[in-house]
């Protein structure tokens, strides 16, 4: 008969409960802060024996083996272990509503609503729009002009290429007779209702802004150039050269003085 079970490592007891030998037997027994049958112990909840007390209303407790310790809900303040009361975040001012809402307080809570002629959540709460909204006291922008709700009221500013009293009426600004225009040298400027546009010349080509010219012999290095004392007529593709009258040679390298009085012809005068 083993009437040393635990001494001898036979007995399986819990690390948190004693072992006690009978005769060919033994006994388990959780400590005391451990609850269970001696083989398994689990440690106690003080939150849920009520060992330490308990936490008052509108709190939450979290065992500290051992012990308690008692927090106020969120919204909630107070001593947590006599009782937790709501607090009015509206009157403490720890709300967040918009100035421009009204706060309302609830237990553990508050609401915000946006007052009367404002829009949103009531943490965010913005103004009518008073250029959607027809308001008598701002009335609306004129023609041609573009309107901003200034929460409250409006802003009027003419539209991009007009200018005037954005209030009553904004007229077209003609970029062409006041210089404001960016079109080339080499092109036409055609006003246009809030803008203008931009044609290259006859023998020009581009978008307008930018004008090249067409004629093959104005374009240097493309087609080659002709010689001293040639004329360049343009081709399509390409360039044509030729002496000026009194000259011959080579008209894309150069050409020379004809020596009339060299010249058969000049005899005969
Ligand atoms: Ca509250
Ligand atoms: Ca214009």
Same mark, same amino acid.
């Given at each position: 008969?083993? =009437?040393?079970?635990?001494?001898?490592?036979?007995?399986?007891? =819990?690390?948190?409960?004693?072992?006690?030998?009978?005769?060919?037997?033994?006994?388990?027994?959780?400590?005391?802060?451990?609850?269970?049958?001696? +083989? !398994?112990?689990?440690?106690?909840?003080?939150?849920? !024996?009520?060992?330490? %007390?308990?936490?008052?209303?509108?709190?939450?407790?979290?065992?500290?083996?051992? #012990?308690?310790?008692?927090?106020?809900?969120?919204?909630?303040?107070?001593?947590?272990?006599?009782?937790?009361?709501?607090?009015?975040?509206?009157?403490?001012?720890?709300?967040?509503?918009?100035?421009?809402?009204?706060?309302?307080?609830?237990?553990?809570?508050?609401?915000?609503?946006?007052?009367?002629?404002?829009?949103?959540? /009531?943490?965010?709460? &913005?103004?009518?729009? &008073?250029? !959607?909204?027809?308001?008598?006291?701002?009335?609306?922008?004129?023609?041609?002009?573009?309107? !901003?709700?200034?929460?409250? /009221?409006?802003?009027? &500013?003419?539209?991009?290429?007009?200018?005037?009293?954005?209030?009553?009426?904004?007229?077209?600004?003609?970029?062409?007779?006041?210089?404001?225009?960016?079109?080339?040298?080499?092109?036409?400027?055609?006003?246009?209702?809030?803008?203008?546009?931009?044609?290259?010349?006859?023998?020009?080509? #581009?978008?307008? +802004?930018?004008?090249?010219?067409?004629?093959?012999?104005?374009?240097?290095?493309?087609? %080659?150039?002709? %010689?001293?004392?040639?004329?360049?007529?343009?081709?399509?593709? %390409?360039?044509?050269?030729?002496?000026?009258?009194?000259? =011959?040679?080579?008209?894309?390298?150069?050409?020379?003085?004809?020596?009339?009085?060299?010249?058969?012809?000049?005899?005969?005068?």
């Amino acid at each position: 008969m083993n =009437d040393n079970m635990c001494g001898d490592g036979t007995a399986k007891c =819990d690390t948190h409960a004693t072992c006690t030998n009978g005769h060919g037997t033994y006994t388990c027994a959780c400590v005391p802060g451990y609850h269970g049958d001696g +083989k !398994t112990c689990t440690q106690d909840n003080d939150c849920t !024996t009520g060992t330490y %007390g308990t936490c008052g209303i509108n709190t939450a407790c979290t065992p500290l083996y051992p #012990g308690i310790k008692c927090d106020c809900l969120k919204g909630f303040s107070g001593d947590a272990m006599l009782g937790c009361n709501d607090v009015n975040e509206c009157k403490s001012g720890t709300h967040n509503c918009n100035a421009n809402a009204t706060c309302t307080n609830t237990v553990g809570s508050f609401t915000c609503k946006c007052n009367d002629g404002y829009i949103g959540n /009531g943490v965010k709460c &913005d103004g009518e729009n &008073d250029c !959607t909204v027809h308001n008598p006291t701002f009335g609306n922008c004129g023609i041609n002009a573009a309107c !901003t709700p200034l929460y409250p /009221g409006i802003k009027c &500013d003419c539209l991009e290429g007009f200018n005037g009293d954005a209030t009553s009426e904004c007229d077209d600004i003609d970029e062409c007779a006041d210089k404001s225009a960016t079109c080339h040298a080499d092109a036409t400027c055609t006003n246009t209702m809030g803008s203008y546009k931009c044609a290259c010349k006859p023998g020009y080509e #581009g978008d307008g +802004k930018t004008c090249t010219t067409t004629d093959n012999c104005k374009k240097p290095g493309t087609f %080659g150039t002709c %010689g001293p004392n040639a004329a360049c007529s343009p081709l399509f593709p %390409g360039i044509k050269c030729n002496c000026l009258e009194g000259f =011959d040679g080579d008209a894309t390298k150069a050409c020379d003085d004809i020596d009339e009085c060299k010249q058969e012809a000049c005899i005969m005068y």
